[in-house]
């Protein structure tokens, strides 16, 4: 049951550091969803979702008590319903940007959908503490090969066409050149030449 528990926690970690690093990889993207929704003062509420974000994938991994961090998760998904319902209320559709430039879709009834989600992971998060540095560094060195994953996919997907479009133009002649982490990034750079 504590796998499961803790569970609960990485995915925390995973989906909250995913979502800040997209809206800091690409903030004029998530600034741009904010203006669409009408707020002002938009760069110090980019700042804060991010902050507050990153707080609760900390949270999820540091020695404070459960209930800081559902109490974080349920903060969150507030504001994310609250986002979702003020969308649907506007004359033209907003386009959310939660996880940066990655996965945009329309932003509201998904949000409202969500937030029995949210308050899941909020209870299982509650449920499960990391009592110790080795259940900490668990969770965390768990969330971050997940993380890593998941960042990763994107590229792999791009060498992946990159060497699909080169054989196809070449006729085959740099079959295998992907083959060699060495030669991938040779390929990669004689690509964008």
């Known amino acids: 049951m504590d796998i499961l528990l803790a569970a ?34 938009v760069r110090l ?8 974000e990153l707080l609760t994938a900390a949270l999820m991994v540091s020695p404070a008590p459960s209930w800081l961090s559902a109490a974080a998760v349920l903060t969150l998904a507030a504001v994310f319903a609250a986002a979702g319902v003020r969308a649907m209320r506007l004359p033209r559709p907003v386009v959310c940007a939660c996880f940066g430039d990655i996965g945009r879709r329309p932003l509201g009834r998904p949000q409202l959908l969500a937030l029995p989600l949210w308050t899941g992971l909020a209870a299982g998060v509650l449920s499960w503490q990391p009592a110790s540095v080795d259940e900490r560094t668990a969770v965390l060195g768990t969330a971050i090969l997940i993380a890593l994953a998941v960042q990763a996919t994107p590229l792999v997907l791009s060498l992946r066409r990159a060497r699909a479009d080169r ?26 030449s």
């Not at 997209?22 to 929704?37: H, M, S, T």
């Open 8 to 41: 609960f926690r990485v995915v925390a970690v995973v989906v909250f550091a995913i979502s800040a690093l997209g809206k800091l990889r690409a903030p004029e993207v998530f600034q741009g969803v904010l203006a669409d929704l009408g707020l002002a003062r």
């Open 45 to 52: 509420w980019w700042l804060l979702i991010v902050g507050a």
């Open 167 to 192: 054989l196809a133009t070449t006729g085959g002649a740099t079959s295998g050149m992907l083959e060699n982490g060495d030669q991938a990034l040779t390929f990669v750079n004689l690509r964008s």
